[in-house]
């Protein structure tokens, strides 16, 4: 049976007596219900009766009824509304624009609008790189999507997008103080978009790719990357592989293992997975399989798509054939980015001791970490109701901080695995164990270090743009 949900979480309005014992009744009829009570206040009372707001999280709108009805169904207490408070959050979107300069008067109004703001577009018109100095464009990014592959849902289009687009923004600003805004295009074509993006490009110092469906991922931002003076970065891969990385030095610590050695076998060959085979390499893997739907990719055959037969040719050196289940029969690491229920627990029984299962397919994993636990050393799961959940939060909001600060002009496999290294150093030693791998999402330590991580490498690397010489105090008459 599924855990009660934050993401299912209601507020019921209730009409009760306004006996001593009334609060308490209701709790009991909820709990006996099955959901799990977050809050309760009386926000209306009488001699006769109180009006109760209780919070509650169910697992699922059929739950969240049967609650109402568990309460209705008790003499004395009336259910006066149920409320959804994921929709209630949600209302009327997430974000809006606030100005962070006051326009009081007349004087004020001369210098954020005209006519002394033309003397500032003179000088950005002098000198294009002033525009990081003197717009938006320093701490601004655009989260791009053309809703063809959002979170589980798939093709559901650009409106339906948003609200993912929107809760993007909010975290880069609340984790990273980056400023984000979504841009939902209502077209799938690749070089329409590739286009559109260009076009919007000037007014950013950044562009994340969301939810665009492989292959057709792969080519925007490889044409973008090289089309373009600022960063791009599809979050869907680099994030996830990022912080993949990240819990898997953590987990081979735990279990006394080295990448270089580990036997990695990776399920789902789509862009998450392409990125975080590359990244592992990148970080010193040698010995990885990466499954699809038909088996395990092989070296020396044909494949689909460019993506696809880079992975037949960069991985299975030892040449193996099989399925899945086959390969995992002596593994040391498993990593799903897949579809859910493709294991058992004799399949991760199978596996090498000391097995690493991160089982990352959402909301439902290749196999339940309660399964998988009885034979793994180490499990991680893409969910928030179990240990060591793989987030990309942990990973997108410090790492454009670090571009933005850089002004760099590109992202580099340096800078991934410098991001990597950083989340999973948060954790000491000391703090290490099985259950913690990976820092929480509110680890006030993380975004910081991704950032000062990543803006290193980008100068190092020498590709950060040049920054304009003049000060807000020097005059142009």
Known sequence: ????????????????????????????????????????DIVDA??????????????????SRKVKESIDA????????????????HQGGKLQTTSKVNVRNRDDLSRAYTPGVARVCTAIAKDVNRARELTIKNNTIAVVTDGTAVLGL????????????????????????????????DTTDTE?????????????????????????????????????????FHDDQHGTAIVTQAALNNALKVVGKQLADVRIVLSGVGAAGHAIIRLLKASGAKHILAAGRDG????????????????????????????LKQALVGADVFIGVSAPNLLDGDDVASMNDGSIVFAMANPDPEILPTEASKHAAVVATGRSDFPNQINNVLAFPGFFRGLLDAGASDIT???????????????????????????SVFNDKVAGAVAEAVANVAEQNGITQPTATKTPDDIDF
């Open 74 to 89: 008790v003499e004395g207490f009336e259910v006066l509304s149920l409320s959804d408070r994921t929709f209630h959050m």
């Open 154 to 185: 798939g093709d559901i289009g650009p409106e339906a997008a948003m609200p993912v687009m929107e809760g993007k923004a909010v975290l880069f600003k609340q984790f990273a103080n980056v400023d984000a805004w979504p841009v939902a295009l």
């Open 413 to 439: 496999e340096d800078m991934l695995v410098a991001a990597a290294d950083a989340i999973s150093a948060t954790i000491s030693d000391e703090e290490l164990n099985p259950s913690y791998v990976i820092p």
């Open 296 to 323: 395990v990719l092989e070296q020396n055959t044909t494949q689909r798509d460019e993506h696809r037969q880079w992975l037949a040719d960069n991985t299975n050196a030892e040449g193996f054939t099989g399925t």
């Open 1 to 40: 049976m599924a855990t009660p949900s934050p993401g299912y979480s209601i507020i019921v309005k209730v009409h009760a007596p306004s006996t001593f014992t009334a609060t308490s009744d209701l709790t009991a009829v909820v709990a006996e219900a099955g959901a799990a009570i977050t809050a309760l």
């Open 46 to 63: 009488s001699h006769d009766n109180n009006i109760i707001n209780l919070a509650c999280n169910t697992r699922g709108k059929e739950h």
């Open 192 to 232: 329409e978009i590739i286009n559109i993006v260009k076009a919007i490009a000037p007014a950013y110092g950044g562009i994340n790719l969301e939810d665009i469906s492989a292959p057709r991922c792969f080519e925007i931002e490889a044409r973008l990357r090289e089309e373009l003076d600022i960063p791009v």
